[in-house]
């Protein structure tokens, strides 16, 4: 049973360039979520794609986009990048019921911005 | 004030002792709550959730919710020098449904 995979593993930018990043859910999740973690910091909510549609969104600018295909994986894009957006991005999927939303984690892709 | 605070860290503790990880939150209406573990360089892991107060034991580990007290803990019975990690506390607000919330983190070293 595959868990949840993201590519790539690392990635090297500059300033004002566009990064796609790409996450497959684990099987029989249905709901993605991205987080963004900088160094000694714990993850931090950008949004969330249930149904191919964002549900949620955390406190993150317009830059930052995602998409969700019909076969639950998703995309996350970054447009003109900062310096300050060099972090791990980590996906994490889930298949809410109930009220309860376990979320369980990719490998994560580094980012850094020069 | 954070919506989620972690025990500040780091935390040492001897091989074959308990280990004891504090998290308190600020949203009483808070619905889940869930520890992970995050080894270095590495993304972060689930160990445990727990929905309702009282304790949750799973092999080594032990949660424990008071939502009047606003705070979960994570106890870990005979540490092992494998335990050595950066345990994260997340909660999901009731109005943010599937948002995770995450504490700091608290760095946990076990020496032998």
């Known amino acids: 049973d595959a868990g949840v995979t993201q590519s790539p593993t690392h990635l090297i930018k500059t300033r004002g360039q566009q990064v796609t990043l790409r996450c497959s859910p684990k099987?029989?999740?249905?709901?993605v979520s991205w987080y963004q973690q900088a160094l000694g910091q714990g993850p931090q909510f950008i949004f969330q794609y249930y149904e191919e549609e964002e549900r949620q969104r955390g406190n993150f600018p317009d830059r930052f986009s995602g998409h969700q295909f019909p076969n639950y994986s998703s995309e996350l894009n970054v447009n003109a990048l900062l310096l300050g957006d060099s972090a791990l991005y980590l996906c994490a999927s889930s298949t809410p019921r109930r009220g309860r939303d376990t979320q369980y984690f990719g490998p994560g892709t580094r980012l850094t911005v020069l | 004030q954070k919506e989620v605070e972690q025990n500040s860290g780091p935390l040492s503790v001897p091989e074959g002792a308990i280990a004891s990880l504090n998290c308190t939150y600020s949203d009483r209406g808070s619905q889940s709550f869930f520890w992970y573990r995050q080894y270095s360089g590495k993304s972060p892991e689930l160990i445990m959730f727990i929905y309702s107060n009282g304790d949750k034991e799973d092999g080594r580990f032990t949660a424990q919710l008071n939502k009047a007290s606003q705070y979960v803990s994570l106890l870990i019975r005979d540490s092992q020098p494998s335990d050595s990690a950066t345990y994260l506390c997340?909660?999901?607000?009731?109005?943010?449904?599937?948002?995770?919330?995450f504490g700091q983190g608290t760095i946990l070293t076990v020496h032998p």
């Open positions: 997340a909660v999901s607000p009731r109005t943010s449904y599937g948002k995770l919330t």
């Open positions: 099987s029989g999740h249905d709901t």
